[in-house]
């Protein structure tokens, strides 16, 4: 199983991005599905997560900018980033919790993170 992200790059302040990121490989069912980031010194933190059901969670520094939305058929997490600013500015990674058959407990899988810089 692997976990592609896609969509970082470099913005200006009040600017947006969105970051993609999709699952592949032996793959029976993904439960929660979600974005993490690091910034430089800083330890890894949750922006925002989703169910299969659809509930999302987010971290109080995003919320009203942030939205996460996910398409079950295509195994693939998505982050809109709306209102960026540069204390949004880490290498953002995506992570997956993932049965690959019906017998297997659920994994969890990382992505190989994307990096996002906010200029001011």
């Known amino acids: 199983v692997q976990l592609q992200a896609s969509g970082g790059g470099l913005v200006q302040a009040g600017g947006s991005l969105r970051l993609s990121c999709a699952a592949s490989g032996s793959i029976f069912s993904i439960n929660d599905m979600g974005w993490y980031r690091q910034a430089p010194g800083k330890q890894r933190e949750l922006v925002a997560a989703?169910?299969?059901?659809?509930?999302?969670n987010y971290a109080d520094s995003v919320k009203g900018r942030f939205t996460i939305s996910r398409d079950n058929a295509k195994n693939t997490v998505y982050l809109q980033m709306n209102s960026l600013k540069p204390e949004d500015t880490a290498v953002y990674y995506c992570?997956?919790?993932?049965?690959?058959?019906?017998?297997?407990?659920?994994?969890?899988?990382w992505g190989q993170g994307t990096l996002v810089t906010v200029s001011s």
């Open positions: 989703i169910t299969s059901g659809g509930s999302t």
């Open positions: 992570n997956a919790d993932i049965a690959r058959n019906y017998y297997s407990e659920t994994l969890d899988y």
